[in-house]
């Protein structure tokens, strides 16, 4: 790698001409562990690896136009929050272009993302991170390989969601309409990777309003033919309707903290 020069440019070189693309992490929860959306790379160079959906800026489109579009393109939904968390520009991130990648996390319940996965061809990869931060994905226990360093911004948007757990609506995506406390205390612990005070925590949710405005509302049923105590069922109350939005809470790093360096390099897909 040639010697880097902390001088200014001030003039435009073909050679420092970039593209710009956007890629969605889709996360939701089947239960035991969080799951993401990702797509077979069709490139000769792949080796079979998985990307996440991803779509080049085009001249005419804001960045969340971009990301708009990519999602109802890759699973027909025009209504997911969605959060912008992070812009990667290492420069040997793509070997074939120099490309920058502005990265949005969303969530949506399981039963929306498998079916649009079924029918589009697409695989849910369970997901979760390891003491260093480093995602491990797998299919029905056997671990696959994402292409580049798709695998980092997973872990980046993992990251992202734990740090903004309490003020993101994010998780409450991944509900179905009806649901139980045991369920959303579920999802937090496997967004955390670690498990929760039982009574503390399902006491301080109930209580609280919800980050977009929502609440917690008993329905009056309770589920049956379990064999522990009948559990409660609730839905969500909300407010108001949050759409795709970018959340200017990213930095714009050339990687991630914890993960310099030239890794993700391995693979190459058409779009980055």
């Known amino acids: 790698m040639p010697e880097y020069d902390p001088t200014p440019c001030t003039e435009r070189r073909a050679r420092d001409a970039l593209h710009m693309s956007v890629a969605v992490v889709l996360l939701t929860f089947d239960g035991d562990t969080l799951q993401v959306l990702m797509v077979e790379d069709q490139s000769e160079s792949s080796g079979g690896r998985l990307a996440l959906p991803t779509a080049y800026v085009r001249h005419d489109q804001q960045i ?20 912008q968390f992070y812009t990667f520009s290492a420069p040997w991130r793509d ?23 079924m029918i589009n061809d697409k695989s849910l990869v369970d997901v979760r991170l390891d003491e260093v931060h480093e995602a491990h994905l797998s299919i029905g226990g056997l671990p696959v390989r ?28 991944m509900l179905s309409e009806h649901f139980v406390l045991s369920e959303v205390q579920a999802i937090h612990e496997a967004i955390l990777g670690k498990p929760l005070t039982t009574p ?20 009056g049923r309770y589920t049956e033919g379990a064999a522990h105590r009948p559990a409660q069922i609730y839905y969500i109350e909300r407010r108001s309707r949050h759409n795709l939005r970018a959340v200017p809470r990213g930095i714009e790093r050339s990687d991630p903290p914890g993960r310099g360096g030239p890794r993700g390099r391995s693979g190459s897909s058409r779009l980055r």
């Not at 969340?64 to 209504?79: I, N, P, Q, S």
């Not at 969530?107 to 929306?112: D, F, K, L, N």
């Open 64 to 83: 969340d136009e971009a990301a708009r579009d990519l999602l109802f393109h890759e699973v027909r939904f025009d209504d997911a929050h969605t959060e």
């Open 146 to 173: 994402a292409v580049m360093d798709h695998a980092g911004i997973i872990a980046e948007a993992l990251l992202y969601l734990r740090r903004h757990l309490a003020s993101s609506p994010l998780p409450w995506r």
């Open 95 to 117: 070997e074939e272009a120099r490309t920058m990648c502005c990265a949005y996390i969303g969530a949506v319940s399981p039963g929306q993302l498998e079916f649009t996965a």
């Open 200 to 219: 503390f925590f399902r006491k301080a949710i109930v209580k609280r309003s919800l980050p977009d405005g929502g609440r917690l509302v008993p329905t």
